[in-house]
């Protein structure tokens, strides 16, 4: 179930919590639960520490919608799209 899964992937953040694929793909994992706020924060050290255009991209998209999600925060959430197509 979910509990598996979520040990799935953090183990591997534990180990190398620098690692952008493994923020994005714990940032997945929460998104999926609905858990938008440790969500968003994994899509952003996922985009901070990525040396891949497109993952950066990708990972400040799913920032935007994650703020989309969580309601009243149209300047954040525009600064993130706006920061994605200039990544």
């Not at 040990?7 to 997945?28: C, G, K, Q, W």
């Not at 924060?41 to 799913?62: I, K, V």
Request: contains cysteine.
């Amino acid at each position: 179930g979910v509990f598996r899964i979520m040990l799935v992937n953090l183990y591997p953040y534990v180990h190398n919590s620098e690692d952008p694929t493994i923020n994005f793909a714990l940032a997945r994992e929460y998104d999926v639960m609905g858990q938008t706020a440790p969500a968003l924060g994994f899509y952003l050290r996922c985009a901070e520490r990525s040396t891949d255009p497109l993952q950066q991209y990708t990972a400040l998209l799913h920032s935007a919608l994650c703020f989309e999600k969580q309601g009243n925060r149209i300047a954040s959430t525009k600064g993130l799209y706006y920061q994605a197509l200039s990544s």
